[in-house]
């Protein structure tokens, strides 16, 4: 049951407990990613990007969704983003609470506006969008 989240693809680094559980106590995953140096691939957004990720254990989709936002992240958030992967199965009452009825599913918490995109994120431009990315 230690393995119940999916791996993570490289780019991603600096995984912390939050509340100070861990992730074989069931408590949510938190990813910190900042690129040290541009890659010049796209436009960089000014603020950090806050978002959630509810997937479900290690469901293709989900994997897919974690994979996918990763490349995002690489190539459009050089000043960094903070993402909290939540696997529903754990927490569904938490899912529930943040109105969330389909995984995988992406929240942007901040900078305001607020979105949602479901679905396995494989659609870039309607990712980018939500995130506030212009290209």
Known sequence: ?????????AGITGVDELNRGSPDAGTPVALRHKET?????????????????YVVDRAPNS????????????????????????????F????????????????KVSPAPAAKVVGDLSDRNLVLHALGIRQ
Not at 1 to 9: A, G, N, Q, T, Y
């Open 92 to 107: 569904p009452l938490r899912a529930l609470a943040d109105g969330v009825l389909v995984t995988p599913s992406l929240a």
């Open 63 to 90: 994997l897919k969704a974690i994979a996918n936002l990763a490349a995002i992240c690489r190539e459009y958030l050089q000043t960094g983003c903070e993402l909290e992967i939540i696997d529903v199965l754990k």
């Open 1 to 9: 049951m230690s393995e119940s989240l999916p791996e993570l693809p």
């Open 37 to 53: 140096e541009s890659s010049g691939a796209g436009p960089a957004v000014a603020a950090a990007v806050v978002m959630r990720l």
